[in-house]
Every structure is written in structure tokens, then in C-alpha cells.
């Protein structure tokens, strides 16, 4: 069987707000700290921010004692605050946070930031008071951001409300950031600009009390300035929504990319204690996130870096690399993880190749990847004239430039410069995607900063490793978006009728399963539940010899384990004694034992299983894998949450480890592809209609054998 870890218990987003309330949130003209003080590192880097960073509205503090804080007049109350202001960014003790929220509606101000800790995340008497909160703002039309965040920064509008130092330089850019997390989001912003990228929005979301990740991530979907949306997750709160924004932002043409935590058991439970939150299933996540078309990432460095690479190429032609490079260590670091990526290095064409030989010398040897040699010192022009001969290749789809510009400042910076400037013009000039990757993963240090700002010097990826993995990610993407698997399948109508309502918390045997598995669309082998000997030697002959014997006991997850399964049967005299064993064996084993199936024995083929469970956060999920009595040991299946369409079944059977087995594998027919994929649909469509009710369904073995595809066993569980 399959089984997912258990789910998130608090509700999180209950008073939602409007798309236009969240605007309202990121776009403030005028901001009050309330709770400001001399005292609070908090309050002094918010202040710091907001006056450093270039925020053209007026900024007011707001202290109990009326004191000058950070070198300004403060306001004693709320009420004595000028009218108009449009955002408080609130750092009170959590005991005051009701008195605040009632004193911010008096002066009409709806929108906040609550810094403050102590809420959900400590438990059930914080949550009772975060519960208290959000039910005020909602009834007094508030939109809420925390508690327990640092807030955000709005770089495209120099909005700047966030708790902890922005360092210099805070640079503007097409990357939207939504982080679970406080302290991580200063790391990742530092990071970005240390990589020259900027960003439109970083947001800390703190507990989602109200506002939360799917309010963000659709802010920057509709977001202009927004290229690309980067998410550090913890737990996914409003699943449904999720998928939905994340569609949006497919269809905008927005690549979404997420590290999502909690994929170990400890750091699940570290998550559930930081959050108060429930991860999920991380096989689960994996299968949501590839199925709508998220990018899944598994660093901070590669979060970004994948982000800044979609930013600036958008969705790639495809997947055949040529690599120029001045190195032939890097041409083998490069080799070894285009493999790992599933990135393709054709070789060049020959046309290609004579091109090249009349450019590199000759102790060079052509082939992709390419190693120019270290000649470059020689040959100031050689990357860029090998450049211009692989765009030409029309085998190649985007082209991996090995090189980054000058790191120190010279006395003459004019040399560094008209070399950088060359590399960048003839990027401009290819007709092809360029992607630059430096050989380490080092800061883009000031002059080179000043390089791209004067001369338009494209992004550059730090580090091989890291820059082959933004690669694989954004041509799986830009795949992704192009490929009809990326359409999502329609859910069922409604509900599907029974003729009996099954009992909760009960399971359907095998016989009780397959019949109705049969009446609905299901190829099922014919079978015949039997109560005594004498009937299972009558069943065997009207099924026609050689048959299989089974237990019949719902409470048996695994007959073959006990005896229960008795195959080949040729004679009567046969099936009398396995009647007889099988249900000894069960017996034996305390098992409810019913009888025994009476089965047709069919021939060798590939045993699959096809399951369906609930799981606790994304509903029904198929798994559909390798199946019969190897299911536990070989662990090969694939995951897809429902609906699903025949084109996604069709992509998770080919991308199985075995599936080479489909090819005809030891005498085997080739298995049609296309009648399996019918019958998995078929199950998993008739899970998605029984709706609310399912708690798992599993079809194991289902055999195919050719064109023929029967489903031998089977169990269904209700809620």
C-alpha cells in the first residue's frame, strides 16, 4: 500500500482578502510604525530602511511617551497620527495587538504589518488570539500581513517596511520573492544581489493569518515588473488555491520556483514546530509541483539562480546544449552533470566543426562541449568567434558560454571593459539563447556590477554545478509549458451514485472490488467468490482450467505472504486442496476469512499496481507502478494527484525506472502503452467520481500483456 504522512490541522487565510486589498498592502504612499523606539533593533533597521532606501512618502512613529525616537518627533497615540495614512508596520507586544487594531480601524488605517510573535505557532492559546485578531480585521475590512514576519520590501517602488538591515546596493529587478520564513529572507536577498539580480518583491509571510503565500504569489502573476516568482515554502495551507495560481502563472508565461522544506521526518517535525503546520507527503509534493508545472529546486543559491536565469532568457527552445568553454576540466564537469540534468550535448554539425577548426588552433580538439584552450590569452577573440560559429549549428538549441567579467578593478579599467563589452555584443548577436556561467560560484564584486550597468553585460550563473542545474530546470520548464501533458485534466461532474451506501471505515475484498471495478469501466479478470470446495471446483470449471485460488478476507493486506494464494490449478482435485490451504491459512492467521476467488490463470506479463489514496493535504492521489509481490521491494511508481488526463498517465508510466519493461523485456509482447494508460484512467477516474467517500483504492496486480490489460486483485477502503 501506499501511504502519505499526515496533513496541517490549523486553518490558516481565514478572513481572505481581495487582490486589490493586497495591493493596497505592497503600495502604501504613507507608513506609521507603531510601537517605535530607540530601544528595538527592529524599529530602528524598519526606519533605516524606509529613510536609506529611497521611500518617497512621509514615514510616522509612533511611541506611548511622545519621546523623539530615531531622531524624530513621535506621535503618543494612533489617533493623534495626520489622516491618510495607508500601512502600519506593528511591533507591540502580543497582548496589545487587539487595542492596536481596534485604534488603527478608529483612524481608518486597513492595512498592516504585525512583526509581533506569539500567536499560532506557540500553540493553542496563541492561535485562539490569532483567531480573535483576524476575525476583527475581517469584520472591520483590514488586511493583515504576519503576524510573527518581517514584513516586506517593494523594491520596483522603494517600499521598504521590513524588519531586519537591507545592505546596499538594492538592486530592481523582474524576480518576485514569497518566503515562510524571516530570518532567510535577508540570506536570499543578500544572495541576489551578490548575483546582480534584483528583485520587484521579497516578501516574509509570517503566519498567514491572513494574508498568505497564494495572496502573494497572484500578486506578482498580475504583477507587470514580475518575470518570475520564487517561493522558500514550508507548508502549502490552501492547496486548491495553490494549484490555481499556479496555473495562472503558467498561462502568464511566469515560471514558478520553489524550495519546498520538510522532505526528511525531522525536518518535517522542525517545520511543523516553526509553522505550526504540517508539511505533507514530500513524494506527494514532488508529483503536485512537476504535474502544474512548478520548479523544484533543493537550495537557497539554485532557488535564485534558476529564477535569474528564466528571468532573463524566458522559456527555452529546447534541450540540446552546446558548451563554449576556455577549459577542459570544465567541459568534463560540464559533461557529467548535463547527464544528471537530462540535458542533451549533440555533436556538432559538420559544418560546425570545419568552422571551428578555422577558428581554434590546432592543438585543439573540436567537439561539444568545446574547449577553446587557454589561447584566450593569446587570442582575445577566441570565445567570441567560436561563439558565432555554434550559433550557426542547427542541431544546437542554446548555447553555455564559460566565462564571467573581471573581478578586481585595474589602474586602466579600459582593457576589462572593451573585453566585456566584445563578449556582450556578440551574446546580443546570436540568433540563439546564451547562457553565461562563471567556473565558481563567487560574488559579482563592484566592478563587475559596474560592468553590467555600463555595457549590458548579460547575467551570469556562479558556479558549474549550480549553473547546469538553473539549466536543467528552465529547459524543463520551458518543456513543460510547450507540452500538452502541461494541460490539466477536467475533475468529475459530481458524485458518483452506489447502489448501496458502503459502511465507513470498512474495506471491499477483493471479489466485492473487482465487481464493482467491472461495472464501471475496469478490464477485471473473471472471477467467482466461492464459499465451500465443492463450489470451487464447480467455479473452476465453468472459468475453464488452469485457475488460481485465493483468499477471500478483507483483513488479509497480503495473501501470498500467509499462504493464501494458490496458482496454476489444472485439475478439480487441485482446487479442492487449495480451497482447503487457503482458507487453513487464514484461519491460522486470524483472519475473517470468507471464502476463496476462484480466478482464470493467466499468463506471464508485467504485474503493475495502480492505487489510489487520500492523501491528507492534495486529496486523491494515483500511484502507478510496478506492481504483484514486488511492490514494496522495488519501489518503482510514480505519483499524480486527481484529475488526471491520459497524456499525464501515459508520461508517468514512461518515466518508471522499469520502464524498459513495456518494450517487450524476456519474451514478453510490447505492451500497448495506450490501452494501460485507458485503464489507469479508467481507475482513477472512478476514484475521482466517488469523491469524499474513497479513502483508497488499489488495483494489485493489474497485467498487462500485449494489448490486453486485466486487473487481478483488488481492495477498496471508505472513509
Not at 573581478?407 to 556582450?424: T, V
Not at 486487473?711 to 477502503?717: E, K, N, P, S
Request: aromatic share 6%; hydrophobic share 45%.
Amino acid at each position: 500500500m501506499i501511504e502519505f504522512r499526515a496533513a496541517s490541522s490549523i486553518p490558516r487565510g481565514a478572513g481572505r482578502p481581495t487582490p486589490e486589498q493586497v495591493r493596497a498592502l505592497f503600495n502604501p504612499r504613507s507608513i506609521a510604525l507603531i510601537g517605535a523606539t530607540d530601544k528595538s533593533y527592529w524599529s530602528e533597521s524598519i526606519h533605516a530602511n524606509l529613510t536609506n532606501h529611497g521611500f518617497e512618502g512621509p514615514v510616522y512613529l509612533v511611541n506611548p511617551r511622545g519621546a523623539v525616537v530615531h531622531g524624530e518627533q513621535s506621535y503618543a497615540t494612533i489617533a493623534d497620527l495626520p489622516d491618510g495614512v495607508e500601512l502600519a508596520f506593528v511591533m507591540v507586544p502580543t497582548t496589545a495587538i487587539l487595542d492596536v487594531l481596534r485604534s488603527l480601524a478608529g483612524k481608518g488605517i486597513d492595512s498592516a504589518v504585525i512583526l509581533t510573535a506569539g500567536f499560532g505557532e506557540l500553540g493553542a492559546e496563541g492561535a485562539e488570539l490569532e483567531r480573535q485578531v483576524v476575525e476583527f480585521a475581517t469584520r472591520r475590512g483590514m488586511t493583515l500581513l504576519g503576524p510573527n514576519g518581517n514584513g516586506y520590501i517593494n523594491a520596483a517602488r522603494n517600499t521598504t517596511p521590513y524588519g531586519l538591515v537591507i545592505n546596499p546596493p538594492l538592486l530592481r529587478g523582474p524576480v518576485g520573492v514569497v518566503l515562510q520564513s524571516g530570518a532567510l529572507a535577508s540570506s536570499v536577498l543578500d544572495f541576489a544581489q551578490a548575483r546582480n539580480i534584483g528583485v520587484s518583491l521579497l516578501v516574509s509571510m509570517g503566519n498567514e493569518a491572513m494574508v498568505t503565500l497564494t495572496d502573494a504569489m497572484r500578486y506578482l502573476v498580475q504583477d507587470p515588473g514580475t518575470k518570475v516568482i520564487t517561493l522558500f515554502v514550508e507548508s502549502v495551507r490552501q492547496p486548491e488555491e495553490f494549484l490555481a495560481v499556479a496555473e495562472e502563472a503558467l498561462a502568464a508565461g511566469k515560471p514558478v520556483v520553489a524550495l519546498k522544506v520538510g522532505r526528511s521526518k525531522k525536518g518535517s517535525a522542525v517545520a511543523k514546530a516553526h509553522t505550526g503546520s504540517l508539511v505533507g507527503d514530500d513524494r506527494v509534493i514532488d508529483a503536485v509541483f512537476a504535474q502544474h508545472g512548478v520548479i523544484r529546486v533543493d537550495s537557497l543559491e539554485d532557488l535564485i539562480m534558476t529564477a535569474g536565469l528564466l528571468a532573463e532568457t524566458g522559456p527555452l527552445p529546447g534541450n540540446r546544449i552546446g558548451f563554449v568553454t576556455p577549459s577542459g576540466g570544465a567541459c568534463e564537469i560540464i559533461a557529467d552533470r548535463a547527464e544528471d540534468e537530462g540535458l542533451e550535448i549533440p555533436d556538432f554539425a559538420p559544418a560546425t566543426v570545419e568552422g571551428l577548426k578555422q577558428v581554434v588552433p590546432d592543438f585543439a580538439t573540436v567537439h561539444n562541449p568545446l574547449d577553446v584552450t587557454g589561447y584566450i590569452m593569446v587570442n582575445s577573440m577566441l570565445l567570441r568567434q567560436a561563439l558565432a560559429v555554434v550559433d550557426r549549428d542547427p542541431e544546437i538549441d542554446v548555447i553555455v558560454l564559460a566565462t564571467e567579467p573581471a573581478r578586481d578593478k585595474p589602474a586602466d579599467p579600459s582593457l576589462p571593459l572593451e573585453y566585456a563589452r566584445g563578449i556582450a555584443d556578440a551574446v546580443r548577436a546570436c540568433t540563439k539563447p546564451v547562457v553565461i556561467a562563471g567556473n565558481m560560484l563567487v560574488d559579482i564584486t563592484a566592478f563587475g556590477r559596474e560592468i553590467s550597468a555600463e555595457i549590458g553585460y548579460p547575467g551570469v550563473l556562479g558556479g558549474l554545478h549550480h549553473a547546469m542545474t538553473a539549466l536543467g530546470r528552465a529547459v524543463w520548464w520551458s518543456e513543460f509549458r510547450r507540452s500538452p501533458v502541461s494541460r490539466r485534466a477536467q475533475p468529475p461532474a459530481g458524485e458518483f451514485p452506489l447502489a448501496h451506501e458502503p459502511v465507513p471505515g470498512t474495506t471491499w475484498t477483493e471479489h466485492e472490488a473487482a465487481e464493482f471495478l467491472a461495472a464501471n469501466g475496469v478490464p477485471v479478470v473473471p472471477q467467482e467468490l466461492v464459499a465451500s470446495r465443492e463450489a470451487a471446483v464447480s467455479a473452476a470449471e465453468r472459468l475453464g482450467f488452469p485457475v488460481v485460488v485465493k483468499l477471500a478476507a478483507a483483513d488479509v493486506a497480503h495473501k501470498s505472504d500467509i499462504g493464501g494464494v494458490r496458482l496454476g490449478l489444472a485439475s478439480s482435485d487441485q482446487v479442492a486442496h487449495a480451497y482447503d490451504a487457503v482458507t487453513a491459512a487464514g484461519e491460522q492467521a486470524g483472519a475473517s476469512v470468507l471464502g476463496a476467488v476462484i480466478q482464470p490463470m493467466r499468463e506471464s506479463g508485467i504485474e503493475l499496481i495502480v492505487g489510489v489514496v487520500r492523501d491528507p493535504v492534495w486529496g486523491l492521489v494515483l500511484a502507478v507502478g510496478l506492481g504483484g509481490i514486488w511492490v514494496e521491494i522495488m519501489r518503482d511508481t510514480a505519483l499524480r494527484v486527481l484529475p488526471v488526463a491520459h497524456g499525464q498517465v501515459l508520461d508517468a508510466l514512461r518515466g518508471l525506472r522499469g520502464a524498459a519493461l513495456f518494450n517487450g523485456a524476456r519474451g514478453n509482447p510490447k505492451a500497448d502503452l495506450g490501452v494501460v494508460a485507458d485503464a489507469v484512467v479508467a481507475v482513477a477516474g472512478l476514484a475521482g467520481r466517488l469523491g469524499e467517500r474513497l479513502e483508497s483504492l488499489e488495483v494489485n496486480p493489474l497485467l498487462v500483456r500485449g494489448d490486453t490489460v486485466e486487473a487481478l486483485d483488488a481492495l477498496i477502503t471508505w472513509r
